[in-house]
């Protein structure tokens, strides 16, 4: 058998596989998704072995070269891998364009530690992922919330008319569960959020490795600390898949209720056009699939989640050959996750809501404890009130009338209080004002479970009342005027009178506000208003009468390195130079603060030259793609232009060799930890 097609076991058993056992022992087809964490596992292990000796630069290099090419042409298609499993398959054709050093790789690791270190990997990227798309869908439901903010139906129970609600409510009731699971995925992400590469097969490698820097390298923020634990630990993988699991519940409970919205049964909703089909058979019907695919695949990501359980329930410690099954669940759980997700946010975005159906489900049924809780009232004991509506609207059922139709003396008879005036005046809206606070259904309280979402989501400013407490501080003094823009302290005076300031922690909303439009556009991405709390340092912003106008803002992504980001102008104050003078602030910022270059990326590419920048080629900035491009819903189809000002000679020559050196690491990182902690990376 050639080297470089020879089994990585081979010393001990000359003898190849026979074929059955190599169609079951092989995992190529499956694991050969992480050819990308297994090279840059490659490139992250051979600098640590560079660092204890076992290789020394130059061979280093020559790895590194060879990883480079073989990544460029797996992304190009050009080259298959063949082999066992990613790991030898990647192994082996290292060896082929490299020689030596790819012989060496292997010191000190075993497929055990590797195995596990790329599934962790991976399994944070899709926890990032899911959170993403899920948010996305939860702004297609606020969304359809706020267009039917003031619209009442009614809300079942036991699939029968219950009580009024108003239809945000409704909506809102599935972003409250969605939130709850992008916590999950989060608390999965924390879980796989631990490097056990040094393990080695069970034991621990012999290599004095710097782990922290290792896991540094790759992305992580712990390291493992018991190697029988790390090879044999897949907890990380039953979090993803249960997380995803009772996402699919969500979903399958929220596609229900679609599908009866949009039957005409209910017709609260049409079903979308570009999301619907028809029938071979039936020319009237127009069926809501994706909605109902959504039910099925719910089934598939349950089951994901028990087959891994039912798998590691009966392993014993440390790694065996089983937990090779937990990559074809895992990755069937994410592709369906991802087929779900892309589809349903524009899908209930495209719903057209119908009011005169919604209006007409609101019957009289839906106000029966309305007459009760009247009784209750005028001192009637409520069990009393209950039965007594109830007979009525028994014998108004058994006439064939509305219960205000009742004849008098018989609804007299049920109880002297069923007067035609009182049964006469209940009403929908009072019904929902008595509901006026939480977690009822009351307008204003609606519109603050609706304020509260947009802010989580971006799209809004959120409430007042979510701003961190200021009982008892001292009011904020008047800033200071100036003549002239510092870029980072002072008031610019616009000839309209506007003041262009740094931004303060109660204009927060005001910036939501500002940006919230351009966010629905597509133009920027959505901020949420914790994180704009979070950050209200990095903006300037344009105030007129008090309120916020204009904003943008320096966000740090290195030592060397800064963007223009959040830029954002409120439309009836266009054409008045707040754009531009808001970018020159922030490059005084930038300046201030000696960052040699600074960058965005942007459609209004016109705009960012006139404002002295100039466009470049995204690969010279790997680093704002690591730290927000690679977590954008849009970074696949991206139509957005970088470009570039240096603020000190040699920026771009030094950005560009960092470029070229610093490939590895999804952060990149300075000086080399202690050996006894792992720092925070942000």
Known sequence: MPAETRAVWSGRIAAPLDPRAAKLNDSLPVDGRLAPEELALTRAWSEALAEVGVMDAAARDTLHAAADALERDLARGTVTLAGEDVHSAVEQELVRRCGDPALRLHTGRSRNDQVATLMRMRTMALCDRAIERVAEMERAIVRQARATEAL?????THLQPAQPVLMAHLWLAHAQAFERDETRFLDAREEADRMPLGAGAVAGTPLPVHRAMLAMRLGFHRVAENSVDAVGDRDFVMAYLNAAAVLGVHLSRMAEDLVLWCSPLTGWYRAPDGFSTGSSLLPQKRNPDVFELARGKAARLITNAQRVAVLLKGLPSSYQKDLQEDKEALFDSADTLDALLSALAPAIE???????????????????????????????????????????????E???????????????????????????????EAALARRDHAPGTGPA????QLARAEGRLGLGPGLDEDAPSLAGAAPPESPRRADAPSGNG?????????????????DVPGIAAVMAD????GTLLPRPVSELYHCVREFQVAEKD??????????????????????AVRPDFHGRGLGAALVQRVIADARALEIPRLIALTREVAFFERCGFRTETRDAMPRKV????????????????AVVMDLMPGASEAAAAAAARSWMVPIPHGAPPEPNGLPVVS
Do not use: K
């Open 152 to 156: 009442a139906v009614a809300a079942q």
């Open 518 to 521: 351009y966010v629905l556009q």
């Open 626 to 641: 690591w730290t927000d491009c690679v977590r954008c819903p849009r970074r696949h189809a991206c139509d957005e232009v």
């Open 398 to 428: 058994r006439l064939g009338v509305r219960p205000v139709d009742v004849p008098d003396a018989e609804r007299l008879a049920i109880s002297p209080h069923f007067s035609a005036e009182r049964v006469a005046g209940l009403s929908v």
């Open 445 to 448: 309280v609606v519109a603050r």
């Open 350 to 396: 495209a719903l057209v809501p119908v009011p005169g159906r919604m209006a007409a489900s609101l019957t009289d049924d839906l106000l029966a404890v309305e007459l009760a809780d009247a009784l209750v009232d005028l001192g009637v004991p409520f069990r009393e009130a209950h039965a007594a509506v109830g007979r009525l609207w028994g014998e108004a």
């Open 490 to 506: 002072g008031v610019q005076h616009m000839p309209d009178g506007t003041l262009l300031r740094p931004a303060r922690i109660g």
């Open 546 to 567: 008090g309120e916020v106008v204009a904003c943008a803002a320096l966000r740090l992504l290195w030592s060397d390195l800064g963007e223009v980001r959040s830029l």
